[in-house]
């Protein structure tokens, strides 16, 4: 299977993966990391939130 990199599409197997788990206070950030050699080559980042985020209802007229 082949990723699409900056260095364009190259083996799965030729690169090195390294995943990194960043917490805060309402969130977990997850980094996948692609290396070639000791360059990185691609990043993708996943967010979640822990809790519900709040909403406030704005009320408004329409129309005047």
Excluded at 4 to 23: N, P
Excluded at 25 to 49: C, P, T, W
Aim: proline share 2%; aromatic share 8%; glycine share 10%.
């Amino acid at each position: 299977m082949k990723v699409f990199t900056t260095k364009g599409l190259i083996e799965f197997s030729d690169l090195r993966v390294q995943d990194v788990v960043e917490t805060g206070d309402n969130h977990r950030k997850i980094l996948s990391q692609y290396f070639l050699g000791d360059e990185l080559v691609r990043q993708s980042v996943f967010v979640d939130a822990l809790r519900p985020l709040e909403a406030e209802a704005v009320g408004g007229k329409v129309g005047g």
